[in-house]
């Protein structure tokens, strides 16, 4: 169902995942809501990523040594993290708030943060698919990480003593455990670490698509339209479109994913918001007879089982939205997948990038915009967004129900930086 613009009760900005799911439990509780977006449902980001439910990924991305790798990026630009010198300049004030969020007292609080975020994004998740009738699209096979030395998963144990504390439940796999978990892999992964409560889902854009049928049959509305700035109006704010029109409505909600800081600027909040941007390939079904999600996180990428093939990709490049992409990380990633998974066929592939809305403490950004309090915002989960789409959907509709949310979210405040 299509919407025309004119007054509204609740606009949301970004028709993702997460402005999705936010239109849905809106709708459940009988509000109207109009979602924007210049593309269509669930195109950007939320098509093409890993479609992992990655419930037990508490650890912020600060926690796993990444700031002391930062000169091998500029020196590897096919790594798993590189920065492109040309941005460097741009990119350096968030580099030192990502290395301000790497000590080791404010890593134990946003440790704790996501927990309370993965233990409400759970059940809100899975019971939102149930209620859309999609719940069927999730897949239950647990996921596989994947070590070249005994060395390295040492080095990976502290992360999975801060899993163990939140009861994430995992076993470090050897020989014929690990070659039954996961048959034809390179004699060069000894150990493997499985996580059986990981999720994924079928195809994700699918998963959105689904939820959005959900919403539209509640009544939610959506307008292909390209969003220009926002600013206050009497009793609630105005959006203005590309092509001159006016919206006005009571509450307006900004989930546009990698370009929300761009409109938050509008409303005086200078949000510390990077681009990653992610790289896949994925290949036709039968590619190879993957029984789980695998993760090769020394090499910054997963292998994922989809009912439209075999996607691989991950990794990160920090490059903001407008340089040119280098699918060239693509091919190097499928390059490694095959001396990894020596069987795979690489053939027939779809190459693919996505930008990943990443803030430097790894936590979205949940609340009222500062001048504001008709606009909130729900952006900023990196990687997260599918995991934690529900979750921000349950605590934008509390707030703006005049509900208690069910965990704090004083660690997701827009004005925390």
């Known amino acids: 169902m299509d919407a025309s613009p004119g007054k509204q009760d609740i606009v949301v900005i970004g028709a993702g995942i997460v402005g999705i799911a936010i239109a849905a439990l809106l709708s459940e509780v009988g509000r109207k809501v109009l979602v924007i977006d210049r593309q269509g449902i669930c195109e950007g980001a939320s098509s093409g990523n890993a479609g992992a439910?990655?419930?037990?990924?508490?650890?912020?991305?600060?926690?796993?040594?990444?700031?002391?790798k930062v000169p091998g990026w500029l020196a590897d630009p096919l790594g798993p993290f590189t920065i492109r010198p040309s941005y460097l300049p741009k990119l350096t004030p968030w580099l030192y708030r990502f290395w301000r969020a790497s000590r080791a007292d404010l890593l134990a609080k946003t440790t704790l943060a996501q927990g309370a975020m993965m233990r409400l994004a759970e059940p809100e998740m899975l019971d939102?698919?149930?209620?859309?009738?999609?719940?069927?699209?999730?897949?239950?096979?647990?996921?596989?990480?994947l070590y070249e030395s005994e060395e390295e998963l040492g080095a990976s144990l502290p992360g999975w003593e801060a899993r163990k504390q939140a009861g994430i439940a995992f076993e470090h796999l050897r020989g014929e455990a690990l070659a039954d978990c996961q048959p034809g892999l390179a004699g060069q992964f000894v150990v493997g670490t499985f996580v059986p409560g990981w999720k994924t889902v079928s195809d994700p854009q699918r998963v959105g698509e689904g939820l959005w049928a959900y919403a539209n049959r509640l009544g939610a509305t959506f307008l292909q339209a390209e969003v220009r700035f926002i600013t206050p109006s009497a009793g609630g704010a105005a959006v203005r479109l590309a092509n001159g029109q006016h919206i006005e409505t009571a509450k307006l909600i900004v989930a546009a994913g990698a370009w929300s800081h761009r409109l938050a600027?509008?409303?005086?909040d200078?949000?510390?918001?990077?681009?990653?941007?992610?790289?896949?390939?994925?290949?036709?079904?039968?590619?190879?007879?993957?029984?789980?999600?695998?993760?090769?996180?020394?090499?910054?990428?997963?292998?994922?089982?989809?009912?439209?093939?075999?996607?691989?990709?991950g990794a990160v490049e920090l490059g903001g939205l407008d340089l040119p992409p280098n699918y060239k990380r693509s091919q190097a990633m499928l390059t490694k997948a095959k001396k990894f998974m020596p069987a795979l066929e690489t053939a027939g592939g779809k190459?693919?990038?996505?930008?990943?809305?990443?803030?430097?403490?790894?936590?979205?950004?949940?609340?009222y915009a500062r001048t504001n309090k008709n606009v909130l915002?729900?952006?900023?989960?990196?990687?997260?967004?599918?995991?934690?789409?529900?979750?921000?959907?349950?605590?934008?509709?509390d707030l703006i129900s005049g509900k208690e949310p069910p965990i704090?979210?004083?660690p997701f405040h827009p004005q925390r930086f």
């Open 408 to 410: 704090s979210i004083d």
């Open 377 to 397: 915002y729900a952006f900023g989960h990196g990687h997260l967004g599918l995991t934690q789409a529900a979750a921000t959907g349950r605590l934008i509709s």
């Open 351 to 367: 190459q693919w990038m996505g930008y990943r809305p990443s803030l430097p403490d790894s936590l979205p950004v949940i609340g």
């Open 53 to 68: 439910l990655a419930f037990s990924d508490i650890l912020p991305m600060a926690s796993k040594g990444v700031i002391a």
């Open 270 to 313: 200078t949000i510390p918001l990077e681009t990653e941007r992610g790289y896949n390939t994925t290949l036709p079904v039968g590619a190879f007879d993957l029984k789980r999600q695998l993760i090769f996180s020394g090499h910054g990428f997963v292998v994922t089982p989809l009912e439209t093939g075999v996607r691989i990709g």
């Open 128 to 145: 939102l698919m149930q209620r859309a009738g999609i719940r069927d699209m999730v897949r239950e096979d647990g996921s596989l990480e």
């Open 265 to 268: 600027k509008d409303l005086g």
